[in-house]
């Protein structure tokens, strides 16, 4: 898979993937709850909004993302997160 060379997607205002969070290692994004700072993983557990209920971040972030007009870049760090581990 390509390598994206960007370290930050924002998705929502409340939400971005980040290489540049002290959780992220060896280039794998993260998933970061902005006003808090919180980090998660692929298969970590989060309700990101009220009306979304419980979903792994990983869910989360498919969900963000379709709202979004991403370029190529944007959409291989996207993938890179959504796809680790699989």
Not at 10 to 27: A, D, N
Not at 40 to 56: E, F, T, V
């Amino acid at each position: 898979m390509a390598q994206s060379t960007i370290s930050k997607v924002t998705l929502t205002p409340s939400f971005e993937l980040s290489t540049e969070h002290s959780s992220s290692s060896y280039g794998q994004p993260v998933l970061v709850e902005r006003p808090v700072g919180a980090a998660y993983g692929p298969d970590d557990m989060l309700k990101p909004y009220a009306s979304w209920g419980i979903m792994p971040a990983r869910e989360a972030v498919k969900r963000m993302a379709k709202t979004k007009e991403l370029s190529i870049d944007e959409r291989l760090f996207v993938d890179a997160f959504v796809n680790f581990g699989r």
